[in-house]
């Protein structure tokens, strides 16, 4: 099975602050993903990365950057964390050989931001 | 412009019951067709995808997908109380895009 975890499931942050989310994924894929999820909205993609030192910009990036070291890691910054981040964020992988499509999420993280 | 439409809901059906969830898009150059299912509190689990035009079936689960007429479907046989969750259709063009475009969600309830 393919298992990606979260740092955290819960997170309270205060205004300003630089905040770290870790993802890490253990069936070698190549493709990492950054979403938030808002009630509402959906889904949306942050960043994405298809290899290491490898990222891309999804459709909201603003505010946030990542970082991709290593095959298995992938971490969302937020540089200056604000009211308006607080959300659910959810880090998925995929295999190269399905492009985005076949995409395994993890459990997510709940981030407060006051 | 919204890519991925799906009814919120919430849909609540009796045990047992067949239930449809329904999807429409407008990007024609979907090829793949997703479908996940998400606990409350919890990360979106892949269900199935299908490529392009026709059925694919998994248990008690069917997808299902029209290209000509931009539909998508799942389909649950025998519903169970453990299918309550929100289910989320994704499209995905293939071509290298890496970025799925994601339904908002209908949220399904199944009573005992």
């Known amino acids: 099975d393919v298992k990606v975890t979260q740092s955290s499931r819960y997170l309270v942050k205060r205004t300003g602050e630089k905040v770290f989310l870790e993802c890490v994924q253990d069936?070698?894929?190549?493709?990492m993903f950054w979403y938030r999820q808002d009630p509402g909205l959906g889904l949306r993609l942050i960043y994405f990365?298809?290899?290491?030192?490898?990222?891309e910009k999804g459709d909201i990036p603003e505010g946030y950057s990542v970082s991709r070291e290593k095959k298995e890691r992938f971490s969302l910054i937020l540089e200056s964390a604000s009211t308006n981040q607080t959300s659910m964020y959810l880090c998925?992988?995929?295999?190269?050989?399905?492009?985005?499509?076949?995409?395994?999420f993890g459990p997510g993280t709940r981030l407060t931001v006051t | 412009q919204k890519e991925v439409e799906q009814d919120p809901g919430p849909l609540s059906v009796p045990e047992g019951a067949i239930v449809s969830l329904n999807c429409t898009y407008s990007?024609?150059?979907?090829?793949?067709f997703m479908w996940y299912r998400q606990y409350s509190r919890k990360g979106p689990e892949l269900l199935m995808y299908t490529y392009s035009s026709g059925n694919k079936e998994d248990g008690r689960f069917t997808a299902q997908v029209d290209k000509s007429s931009k539909y998508i479907s799942l389909f649950i046989r025998d519903s169970q109380p453990s299918d309550s969750a929100t289910y989320l259709c994704a499209g995905d063009s293939g071509a290298g895009s890496y970025q799925l475009t994601f339904g908002k969600g209908t949220k399904l309830s199944v009573i005992p």
């Open positions: 069936m070698d894929h190549e493709n």
């Open positions: 990007n024609s150059a979907f090829q793949y």
């Open positions: 990365s298809y290899d290491v030192k490898m990222k």
């Open positions: 998925a992988s995929s295999p190269w050989t399905s492009g985005g499509y076949e995409q395994y």
